[in-house]
């Protein structure tokens, strides 16, 4: 199996809904010119990361965003692993990620499963439950290389739902993200290499870069950790794109030298289950 080569576009996200877009087309174009296979995209990557512009800047399916998402797929033949949006639905609203594969067909839709509902003294406040609703589905699909799990941001705080989208077969999770200045130092790095770890895969997340003029201030420090939990790519803070190479054979090695997912207790533990 050769290698996966992957562009993360760790876009500065304005006021702008075209202007967004306009920049997510060029970067996405830039990555594909320099031969990735999957180009990802970060968080709300069409909408500045506030509830009060959820409602204001959501689609529904199928809509301004996900055609141009469908369309650079199939023109440029690549994957894309689009970030995330606001999703409206049936009245309500959704933080999504569609994914497309090389020929702009949907084959990936995850709705972000936990909220981020937080409140951390002298740090950060925010609560998406004012305006999002759950998700509740686990997202795991397949490409030409492997399986692929995708979740949002908060997601990935989660062992429970990293671990099923490794059982469902992932080889690679792929999260679109944008953690902040409280939590970004303290906790980005660990729970991107313990998640990697635990479950043996390659992790990617995406942040957008960090703009200090918007009231919420992206972590950037978009990543590529490997089955081994070690960061083998990292951005900065600023805008740009982050290129790595995955090796699926690497999966196959660790999996295969330390079988975490086969040393499972699973005879206890399902004694404990609720
Ligand atoms: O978990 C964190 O610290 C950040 C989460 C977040 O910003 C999000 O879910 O959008």
């Known amino acids: 199996m050769g290698k996966i080569r992957v562009g993360i576009c760790q876009m500065r996200v304005d006021l702008d809904k075209s202007s967004n877009l306009k920049k997510a087309d060029n970067m996405i174009r830039e990555a594909a010119a320099n031969g990735s296979d999957f180009v990802v995209l970060p968080e709300m990557f069409n909408c500045p990361y506030e509830n009060k512009y959820f409602p204001i800047f959501a689609e529904t399916y199928s809509g301004e965003t996900t055609r141009m998402l469908s369309n650079l797929a199939k023109e440029l033949g690549i994957y894309i692993i689009g970030g995330s949006i606001p999703e409206e639905d049936n009245g309500s609203i959704y933080n999504t990620s569609y994914s497309f594969d090389r020929g702009g067909k949907l084959i990936g839709k995850h709705r972000k499963m936990h909220l981020f509902d937080i409140d951390v003294e002298g740090g950060i406040r925010f609560k998406e439950s004012d305006t999002l609703e759950y998700g509740n589905n686990v997202t795991v699909f397949d490409t030409e290389f492997c399986k692929v799990g995708v979740a949002i941001c908060y997601d990935m705080r989660f062992p429970e739902l990293m671990r099923l989208m490794a059982l469902a077969g992932a080889e690679i999770i792929i999260v679109p993200a944008a953690f902040n200045m409280t939590t970004g130092p303290a906790h980005w790095h660990i729970t991107v290499r313990a998640r990697a770890l635990d479950n043996q895969v390659y992790f990617i997340a995406a942040s957008p870069s960090r703009d200090l003029d918007f009231t919420y ?51 206890i533990y399902d004694v404990y289950k609720k």
């Open 217 to 267: 201030h992206a972590y950037g420090h978009s990543c590529i950790v490997s089955p081994w939990g070690e960061i083998i790519k990292e951005a900065e803070e600023k805008e740009c794109i982050l290129y790595g190479e995955l090796d699926l054979d690497v999966v196959e090695k660790v999996r295969r030298e330390l079988p975490l997912l086969k040393h499972r207790r699973t005879d």
